[in-house]
């Protein structure tokens, strides 16, 4: 398995700022992925984050939106600009280990009033 | 695109009771499939997995799928609910004409498990 950590693990932000989510694995992974979870769905595929290269966006996720980055092979940040409140979501990372599993991060909470 | 369908979006329960979560998946060609559990206010943890092999898959807290590609279904199921097994549960695969890089996950189904 992985051990994941976010930070914030929740926050409440006013409409139009920006909030940086970071995660952190405790061991070197090629593959990171962030994901949005709105209230009472399923959860969405952001972008993937490879170490070294830009993040690919999935239909519907812009990179001025949701910019990412991929420092190493550990950590990765996520970025929600310009909030509004329909993005009060949760937003998890995720890595892809040996035998295509993906194990998930706790999560960041987020509120935008 | 590759999809998949929790047709139950809320599944009661009593204590002790089997219980079957059902999901199907829209690929005709190989998959992997993945059983995952949220419970509140928590993220994600891998239940169970099929990539290949036997059919019958079993996992963490009793838990057990059926892969039947036939019917292209992935249903889950546990013979005992405890009370703790209230959660959301996601039926998730990756592969077909998205890859084997990303998951698609299905809508998820609630189980509600009562005294």
């Known amino acids: 398995s992985a051990v994941i950590s976010q930070k914030p693990s929740r926050d409440i932000c006013q409409r139009g700022t920006s909030l940086t989510i970071q995660c952190q694995v405790d061991?070197?992974?090629?593959?990171m992925f962030w994901y949005r979870q709105q209230p009472g769905q399923s959860l969405t595929l952001i972008a993937t984050a490879n170490q070294g290269s830009e993040a690919t966006y999935e239909s519907g996720f812009v990179i001025d939106k949701f910019p990412i980055s991929r420092p190493n092979l550990t950590f990765s940040t996520l970025t929600v600009s310009n909030m509004s409140p329909e993005d009060s979501s949760i937003y998890l990372c995720s890595v892809r280990r040996q035998g295509n599993e993906q194990y998930f991060g706790p999560g960041t909470r987020l509120t935008v009033t | 695109a590759q999809s998949v369908t929790q047709l139950d979006s809320q599944v009661p329960v009593f204590e002790e009771a089997p219980v079957e979560l059902r999901c199907n998946y829209s690929?005709?060609?190989?998959?992997?499939l993945f059983w995952y559990v949220q419970y509140p206010n928590q993220g994600l943890q891998l239940l169970l997995k099929y990539l290949s092999g036997s059919t019958l898959v079993k996992g963490i807290n009793g838990f057990e799928a059926e892969f039947n590609k036939s019917q292209t279904s992935f249903h889950l199921r546990k013979p005992s609910v405890h009370i703790s097994d209230t959660a959301e549960y996601f039926c998730a695969v990756s592969g077909g004409n998205t890859g084997f890089q990303k998951l698609v996950f299905g809508t998820g189904t609630r189980l509600l498990v009562s005294p």
């Open positions: 061991s070197q992974v090629t593959m």
């Open positions: 690929s005709s060609v190989s998959v992997y």
